[in-house]
């Protein structure tokens, strides 16, 4: 199975902020990876696929890059409504992998 | 609207079965592939289990082959889990997610959109 490795676990971060989260995988997955917003009591959202394709009705603040190993979920101005944690999930190969998550907190 | 609404959780003992459903709406299901994803509480997101659309393509997460089942009834618009021999650590919310769809002939475990989820507690 491929491993997917998020950092940092946690972060603390003020409104206005630009936030980074990066997620590794164990192999090269190309660019068959997607982003997740959870926040308490409350689904998964998607908010990125393919790497860096935004779902549809995704706020533009959300970005999101890499390929092979390597890839990056960026908040350009952290608001209230997005502390929450975040979620990496491969879809190169079976069974599908996430990361462990990235918990965004407020400073 | 997509909405996907997951019942059948419960209360169960280790051994016993379980059986899931998930009822789908706001789109065409029989195009899409479906899942089901589990988060054990306070813990991250794992793949069960996923059915292609004619349910002719079906796969497990090692963790639960053997002893769960996934299907589908397109007439329903209905996804099911059967599991059985349940041990405690299949403790969890089980969420039913949607599939983006293939493209380009390909198709790959991705999903854009998940229900609430229904809370399975296997228990002594």
């Known amino acids: 199975d491929i491993q997917m490795t998020q950092s940092p676990s946690s972060l603390s971060a003020s409104v206005g902020d630009r936030v980074t989260i990066t997620c590794r995988a164990s192999?090269?997955?190309?660019?068959?990876l997607a982003w997740f917003q959870q926040k308490p009591g409350k689904a998964p959202k998607s908010l990125i696929y393919?790497?860096?394709s935004l779902q549809s009705g995704v706020p533009s603040k959300f970005s999101g890059s890499g390929s092979g190993t390597d890839f990056t979920l960026t908040i350009s101005s952290l608001q209230p409504e997005d502390f929450a944690t975040y979620y990496c999930?491969?879809?190169?190969?079976?069974?599908?992998?996430f990361g462990g998550g990235t918990k965004v907190e407020i400073k | 609207e997509v909405q996907l609404v997951e019942s059948g959780g419960g209360l169960v003992q280790p051994g016993r079965s379980l059986r899931l459903s998930c009822a789908a709406s706001?789109?065409?299901?029989?195009?899409?592939?479906m899942h089901w994803v589990r988060q054990a509480p306070g813990k991250g997101l794992e793949w069960v289990s996923g059915?292609?659309?004619?349910?002719?393509?079906?796969g497990y997460a090692d963790s639960v082959k053997g002893r769960f089942t996934i299907s589908r009834d397109n007439a329903k618009n209905s996804l099911y889990l059967q599991m059985n021999s349940l041990r405690a650590e299949d403790t969890a919310l089980y969420y039913c997610?949607?599939?983006?769809?293939?493209?380009?002939?390909?198709?790959?475990?991705?999903?854009?959109?998940w229900g609430q989820g229904t809370l399975v507690t296997v228990s002594s």
């Open positions: 997610a949607k599939d983006i769809g293939c493209s380009g002939g390909s198709c790959y475990p991705n999903f854009d959109y």
């Open positions: 706001g789109f065409t299901f029989d195009d899409y592939a």
């Open positions: 059915i292609s659309w004619n349910s002719g393509s079906i």
């Open positions: 192999q090269g997955i190309s660019n068959y």
């Open positions: 393919a790497a860096s």
């Open positions: 999930q491969q879809y190169n190969s079976y069974p599908p992998t």
